[in-house]
């Protein structure tokens, strides 16, 4: 830190590098090379100092008091490669420069921004930053970000857990680093750290719950940077080592006004066909018996082996899901309007944008209002004001399901067949009266400044803020859902929620061409964040008929819950160039957590890192087979904080009745023993990488190699209940470690005149292992951790499924001295003792393709397909039909012996195996066409320009899978578990739109 100060205090007193003989001055237009309009906010500068000036509305720039000679003058834009053009200035004289830049948003002088703010070529950063243009959301299906981030990215995997209106999606950046800690990325938007919380919902509906993080409108973002893993992330640093995602809104560009509208209108509809109930059907039994009761509709065939009953009525079928469907066809509708504009001094971003969607069911639906204004202002020489904002205004209503028996499926699949409609637990129209819903009124809001005061000299300042108001809502009217005496009473839940995060980033670089051939880039900032959660529990039975408010209720409960957590970070970064083609990267950050323990400090987080455009050496062989090739290798830290309480100690506060008055107490055993020394995760990362321009730049590849290492990982130690308190305390005491590679490679196929063929593809493999749990207070290994049919085992992956597997089966007939019955029992399998590894939730390769092709610059087919392979899911559905007696597999005589094993080991042996299946897949995404419409169709309108799009999302599925989708989650956003368990499987979306500019 230190070095830093003293570098930038050295070069503000350092006397100028070349004396001047004499003066000129240069200018110039810029232009885009394949449209010829001019190209506003270009950066050109002087390759051999850092002399520039901004280009107008119109293109053309001016630099003044330019030392005389022969010089290079450079200019850079973001989505544009770099134009390089030479120039002789006369003193006294003026030299013209005229750039033609090409659009270019992947090659090595593509723009990234750095932790501080800062815009750098890529051929500058040692380290691989995956960049998703959202230029062309227009022209595909995408409903919501994580469609936007999904197979767009290679590293970067989106689950998405259901077909659910408003639900949310996990991401993982390139495999799961914690045990205990959440594994999802950080996210920026225009510099502000936002809340994205996977899981943001405090009303439970089953398993599904919404995600802030889709929140923003597609509609509003212009770019959107992966930045990978601490390698990269390592100024971001506490919370980076999951990833860091960058978002960057839209600005305006200096010139006349520019109108966007937009239309859209769809279909939602459910297209997944859903099992039969099959019952075995004795008709000897009564259901007015209790004893014979069960086995009226529930005669299975290992019953009917033991000679418990007979299906002497033979299978008795039912499907309400089909024949009484609860589903419906629903509707997405999407309106938008968007303004642009200003002059060299001030530009400025406006829009709205409203979204109506209708799910499969009539209980689920989501109404969304965004609107967005952005002000860039020049307010003088040197100084520039950013002010961003983004307003969020929602309601979303979801329906139960999952885990759940007030849900349409758990009613549905695990249906009655007693009642003559067949549902289950309870009815749709009692489904319906559920009432659970989602308030939003969000406000993300920041302030930037940027500052050059001489023309080595910059600085920038963020402060930005980050609120969500929730209101959370469920009530049952009473009544109305006749599923147990509380359902009919009648209830009420209302949860406020407030959640604020604040931002505060200053950085400040200084930049010296030291010689012809060596830059030095010096760069010192802080970093200021404070995330705080403000929750009131509130919910009551017995409520009154006619109320619908907490004032109704007769027996209520109530609670609260507020948690912070602030980290102050410092950091300098140093960079070297030479010859602009060698970039040699240290730098070094420091934090303090208020999460840390009491008795822990600040942390280090190193970062190292080269990047060699090798191409440009002399050495080099000049050939288009390969126009470009840059070698890059960083390394560096970056850590995880603990949760907010984890390190504190402190009991659970109650009242009890003394002398008949309640008075406040504490419980013994609940609560937290805390830890004075727990320290955050911390994360190491090697990466290694090429990137390259093949065939004359029609394509490009980009290929890392990234071995991260995760130490200090939180671990939950047992402690015996004879201690008197809480039964475990946290300490840093695990490894995990993520090996994986990462291709991108885009160009080309066709480019003529009159068509143009174009694509992405992108692959990873990511090998996941937790290496230890470590040892406990006493010096002993910490067992393996079990929930469920998943474990946490060393030497193995993360959230990996365990089962017993089944050594034989025989049918050797289910009574003594019987011969083989064609039924298969429990006594006539056996298991393996031990258990082994099955598979991981989570896939360890993939690959998708986005491709496009564009005929005489008026229609546009592009399509994506995304695979997956290398993951398992456990098909809970199917597994627990079989445990209520109405799968086939255990009701009907003609079910082959291995399916009936399968069932009875779950059934009786309480083992899994047959239903933790191969979950790869290759799914058909999206297709969209676009018509581009002649000139005069839109000047009919008094409009610039017009297009069509048709598209469709989610349009096909290629798996092994026998369950409903291979990517189903019960639980949501879990950090680890996994199971697909009477989930809404995804939908299908048809959807026209109509843009059109003015």
């Known amino acids: 830190m230190l070095a830093g100060i003293l570098a930038l205090a050295t070069l503000a007193v350092a006397p100028a590098a070349f004396a001047q003989q004499g003066q000129g001055s240069i200018t110039g237009r810029v232009t885009d090379k394949a449209t010829g309009q001019p190209l506003a906010n270009v950066q050109v500068t002087i390759s051999a100092g850092t002399r520039g000036a901004l280009s107008n509305a119109d293109g053309r720039f001016v630099i003044e008091n330019v030392t005389a000679g022969r010089l290079e003058v450079r200019a850079r834009f973001i989505g544009y490669s770099i134009g390089y053009l030479t120039v002789t200035v006369v003193p006294g004289e003026t030299a013209t420069a005229e750039f033609a830049l090409s659009s270019n948003p992947v090659g090595l002088e593509a723009l990234v921004v750095t932790a501080s703010g800062e815009q750098q070529t890529a051929r500058q950063i040692p380290n691989a930053v995956t960049k998703i243009a959202a230029a062309n959301v227009e022209k595909a299906p995408i409903t919501n970000l994580t469609d936007l981030l999904n197979a767009r990215a290679a590293g970067v995997t989106v689950m998405q857990s259901s077909g659910t209106t408003g639900g949310g999606t996990r991401v993982r950046v390139r495999g799961s680093n914690s045990v205990t800690l959440s594994n999802e990325p950080v996210y920026y938007i225009d510099g502000v750290r936002i809340s994205t919380d996977p899981s943001s919902n405090s009303i439970g509906v089953g398993g599904q719950v919404p995600s802030r993080l889709n929140d923003l409108s597609p509609e509003d973002i212009e770019s959107i940077e992966v930045i990978k893993g601490p390698s990269a992330a390592a100024l971001y640093g506490t919370a980076a080592a999951n990833g860091i995602i960058q978002i960057h809104t839209k600005r305006g560009r200096p010139g006349p006004t520019q109108w966007t509208a937009y239309s859209e209108g769809g279909t939602v509809s459910n297209f997944t066909t859903f099992p039969d109930n099959v019952f075995g059907f004795d008709t000897t039994k009564s259901l007015s018996n209790p004893d014979s009761a069960p086995f009226r509709f529930g005669c299975s065939l290992p019953r009917v082996s033991l000679g418990q009953c007979s299906q002497s009525g033979g299978l008795f079928v039912q499907n309400p899901l089909m024949n009484r469907s609860p589903f419906r066809t629903g509707s997405l509708q999407h309106y938008g309007m968007g303004l642009s504009g200003g002059n060299e001094q001030t530009t400025f971003f406006v829009s709205s944008d409203f979204e109506r969607e209708n799910g499969v069911y009539n209980n689920n639906w989501l109404n969304r209002l965004n609107l967005r204004a952005n002000v860039h202002n020049q307010a003088r020489k040197g100084l520039t004001v950013d002010a961003n904002t983004g307003y969020v205004s929602s309601r979303l209503r979801l329906p139960d399901n999952d885990n759940n028996a007030l849900g349409y499926l758990g009613s549905g699949l695990l249906g009655n067949a007693a009642k003559p409609d067949g549902w289950g637990f309870l009815t749709p129209r009692e489904v319906n009266a559920i009432d659970s819903r989602q308030g939003i009124e969000r406000f993300t809001g920041g302030l930037t400044a940027n500052a050059q005061p001489f023309s080595w000299l910059s600085a920038r300042a963020v402060l930005g803020l980050d609120f969500t108001n929730r209101f959370e809502t469920r009530t049952i009217a009473p009544n109305t859902v006749f599923f147990n005496q509380n359902s009919i009473d009648g209830s009420r839940a209302a949860d406020p929620v407030q959640l604020f995060n604040y931002t505060a980033n200053f950085s400040g670089s200084a930049r010296r061409q030291l010689s012809p051939t060596v830059s030095t880039n010096t760069t010192v900032g802080l970093q200021w964040f404070r995330e705080r959660s403000v929750t009131i529990f509130a919910s009551g039975r017995k409520l009154a008929a006619g109320t619908g408010s907490l004032a109704g209720i007769g027996v209520p409960s109530v609670s609260e819950d507020q948690a912070e957590a602030k980290t102050l970070g410092f950091f300098v970064d140093e960079q070297v160039g030479l010859r602009d083609r060698l970039f040699l990267n240290a730098a070094l950050r420091l934090d303090k957590n208020s999460a840390f323990g009491k008795n822990f400090g600040y942390i280090k987080y190193p970062k190292v890192g080269a990047s060699w455009v090798i191409s440009e050496e002399p050495f080099f062989p000049q050939t288009s087979l390969i126009s470009s090739l840059r070698l890059r290798v960083a390394y560096g830290e970056s850590g995880l904080q603990p949760g907010v309480l984890d390190a504190q100690q402190f009991f659970t506060p109650t009242a009890v009745a003394l002398a008949g008055t309640d008075v406040p107490a504490f419980t013994f055993g609940t609560g937290n023993l805390g830890n004075a020394k727990l320290k955050p995760e911390r994360t190491t990362e090697a990466e290694l990488g090429l990137d390259a321009d093949l065939l004359s730049e029609r394509f490009h590849l980009e290929l890392t190699y990234y071995d991260k290492h995760s130490h200090d990982a939180l671990i ?217 419409a002649p000139a005069t169709w839109a000047q009919r309108l008094g409009a610039n320009s017009l297009s069509f799009t048709v598209s469709g999302r989610n349009l096909g599925t290629w798996t092994k899978y026998t369950g409903f989708d291979p990517e189903l989650s019960q639980i949501g956003q879990s950090n680890f578990s996994q199971r697909d368990f009477l989930t809404q499987p995804p939908v299908r979306y048809f959807t026209a739109r109509v843009n059109v500019t003015f």
């Open 716 to 932: 939950s130690v047992p402690i015996p209940p004879s201690a008197g308190g809480p039964t475990a305390q946290l300490y840093n005491l695990g490894q995990v470690n993520n090996k994986g590679v990462e291709l991108t490679l885009t160009g080309s196929v066709l480019n003529t005149p009159a068509t143009t063929w174009d694509f992405a593809l992108s692959a990873f493999g990511n090998r996941n292992r937790l290496i230890s749990l470590g040892k406990d207070l006493l010096g002993n290994k910490v067992q393996q951790i079990v929930f469920g049919d998943q474990r946490h085992v060393e030497g193995y992956p993360l959230g990996g499924y365990w089962e017993q597997r089944i050594l034989s089966f025989a049918d050797t007939g289910g009574r003594p001295g019987g011969g083989p019955d064609g039924i298969i029992t429990a006594n006539e399998i056996q298991l393996d003792p031990k258990y082994s590894y099955v598979g991981t939730p989570f896939p360890t390769q993939g690959a998708s393709l986005s491709t496009g092709i564009t005929w005489h610059n008026r229609i546009r087919v592009s399509a994506l397909l995304d695979y997956r392979a290398g993951m398992s899911n456990f098909n809970l559905t199917a597994q627990f039909r079989c445990g209520l007696n109405e799968c086939r597999d255990i009701t009907d005589p003609k079910t082959p012996l291995a399916a009936q094993a399968n069932a009875v080991a779950s059934v009786f042996k309480a083992d899994n195996i047959a239903y933790i299946e191969d979950a790869d897949f290759l799914k058909l995404r999206e297709i969209a066409v676009t018509y581009y």
